[in-house]
């Protein structure tokens, strides 16, 4: 089970940090992601890191201004979120994947077990 928190409302350029807690040993053996999603509006991929640290890619709208890492220790995954803009508001899930191939990781299909999701609200 995943267990997503951080969100909350913030004035944009500000930040925010979201954490998704991971139950079971099993975490380290998998790809992790964000993805959001706005009202009305689709699920989007925001960004993912494989199991190795090795793999990390991004949405391009939010590149330079979002990090995603791990820490497999403490099973939880983060998302620092700076320079927020209104457009980034939605509610933002976090997911794990079984997969060993970045490039999918972009794909909703690719993850199997999905958080219950945390509110970023950024006002203008």
């Known amino acids: 089970q995943l267990q997503a928190s951080g969100g909350g409302l913030v004035q944009a350029g500000g930040s925010l940090r979201l954490s998704c807690a991971a139950s079971?040993?099993?975490?380290?053996?998998?790809?992790v992601g964000w993805f959001r999603q706005a009202p009305g509006m689709e699920r989007h991929f925001v960004a993912a890191?494989?199991?190795?640290?090795?793999?990390?890619i991004y949405a391009d709208s939010v590149k330079g201004r979002f990090t995603i890492s791990r820490d497999n220790a403490r099973t939880t995954m983060y998302l620092q979120m700076n320079s927020l803009r209104p457009e980034d508001t939605a509610v933002y899930y976090c997911?794990?994947?079984?997969?060993?191939?970045?490039?999918?990781?972009?794909?909703?299909?690719?993850?199997?077990?999905w958080g219950q999701g945390t509110q970023v609200t950024v006002s203008s």
């Open positions: 890191i494989d199991r190795n640290h090795n793999g990390i």
């Open positions: 079971g040993r099993s975490f380290r053996g998998y790809a």
């Open positions: 997911a794990a994947s079984p997969s060993v191939i970045s490039s999918n990781l972009v794909s909703q299909t690719a993850y199997k077990t």
